[in-house]
C-alpha cells in the first residue's frame, strides 16, 4: 500500500471501487457550524473535499471544546514526544529550563483515547458521514493526536520532523484527517495551510517519491503549483476543517503562543501505519 498509494490513479481506483450511501439523517451532537452558519451536509463537504484537498467550515460544540481543554490541563503531555519525558503544560517553563534541547512539541501520546469528549468526537455519526463519503467506503479509524506546538526556533531537520514543512501522508490508499484547533489560532500560533488541489494534481516525479515530497524547499512547491492556491487556516479555539492528508499541507512554526491542535484520520483499511 505505501508504494502503491503514492499515485492518484491507484487512490482514486480503490476510492471508486467502494459503494458508500449516506444514511438519510445525520446527527451531529459534537459538531456545529462555524460562525453560527448552517452545518454543510457531509456530502457538500466531501463535494468541496474532492475539489479543494480540503474543507473549512465546522467546530467543535462548546461542552466538546471545554472538556477537551479541561483533559489538556489536567493530564500530563510529553516532551517531543517522548514517553520517558511527562510535564503538566502549566509546568511548561520548568519543562523548557530542565531540556537541553528546544521543546517543539508536546503530545499527549495515546492517553487522549481515555477522554469521554474524544470517544464522542472519534464516534461522531457527521464526521463519519463525512469521511465515509469522501472516502467511498465506510471509514475505519485509524489513530489521532492531542498536541500542543511550543514557540521554539526550529532547524530545517526538525521542521521536517514535526511536519512544519510542506507534505503528504500515506496511511492508507485514501484518508481523511479532521483537525480542531483548542486554541485561538493566528498567524502567529502556528495555522495549518494546504496547497489547494494536489491531491490531485501532482508532478508524476512528486507521486513516484511520495512522502518524500517532504524534503523538497517550500519554496520549491510553492512555485510548482502556485502560491495563490495556498490557503492558511486561522481562526477561534473550536474551528474544525477536513482535508485529505496527500493534498501537500503543513502545520506552521508557532512563534508567539502556543497552540493546542486536535487531529483524527479515518482510512478504508486498519493499516497500522501512521505517521503524526
Request: proline share 6%; aromatic share 12%; charged share 20%.
Amino acid at each position: 500500500m505505501s508504494w502503491l498509494a503514492r499515485f492518484i490513479v491507484v487512490r482514486e481506483w480503490v476510492a471508486n471501487r467502494g459503494s458508500y450511501r449516506a444514511p438519510a439523517a445525520i446527527d451531529a451532537a459534537a459538531i456545529q457550524a462555524a460562525e453560527g452558519g448552517a452545518l454543510e451536509s457531509p456530502t457538500q463537504v466531501a463535494e468541496i473535499m474532492q475539489s479543494q484537498g480540503y474543507y473549512v467550515g465546522f467546530a467543535l460544540q462548546n461542552c466538546i471544546l471545554q472538556d477537551l481543554l479541561t483533559f489538556a490541563e489536567t493530564m500530563p503531555c510529553y516532551t517531543n514526544r517522548n514517553p520517558a519525558l511527562p510535564f503538566f503544560i502549566k509546568h511548561r517553563e520548568q519543562c523548557e529550563q530542565k531540556l537541553d534541547a528546544p521543546l517543539l512539541v508536546a503530545s499527549y501520546l495515546d492517553s487522549h483515547e481515555a477522554c469521554n469528549a474524544y470517544q464522542r468526537l472519534k464516534t461522531d455519526p457527521y464526521l463519519l458521514a463525512v469521511a465515509s463519503q469522501y472516502l467511498n467506503h465506510p471509514a475505519v479509524y485509524l489513530r489521532g493526536e492531542l498536541a500542543w506546538g511550543i514557540p521554539a526556533p526550529n532547524t530545517l531537520t526538525e521542521k521536517i520532523n514535526m511536519a512544519r514543512v510542506y507534505h503528504c501522508d500515506i496511511n492508507d490508499f485514501k484518508t481523511v484527517k479532521f483537525f480542531f484547533y483548542l486554541t485561538d489560532v493566528g498567524e502567529g500560533e502556528g495555522p495549518h495551510a494546504y496547497i489547494r488541489g494536489t491531491h490531485r494534481h501532482r508532478q508524476l516525479g512528486h507521486q513516484w517519491i511520495g512522502q518524500g515530497c517532504a524534503a523538497i524547499d517550500d519554496e520549491v512547491l510553492l512555485e510548482t503549483y502556485g502560491r495563490d492556491r495556498v490557503h492558511v487556516v486561522t481562526g477561534p479555539a473550536g474551528l474544525g476543517f477536513a482535508g485529505d492528508p496527500y493534498c501537500l499541507h503543513k502545520g506552521s512554526v508557532p512563534y508567539q503562543k502556543p497552540r493546542l491542535l486536535l487531529q483524527l484520520e479515518f482510512g478504508i483499511y486498519p493499516y497500522r501505519i501512521w505517521y503524526f
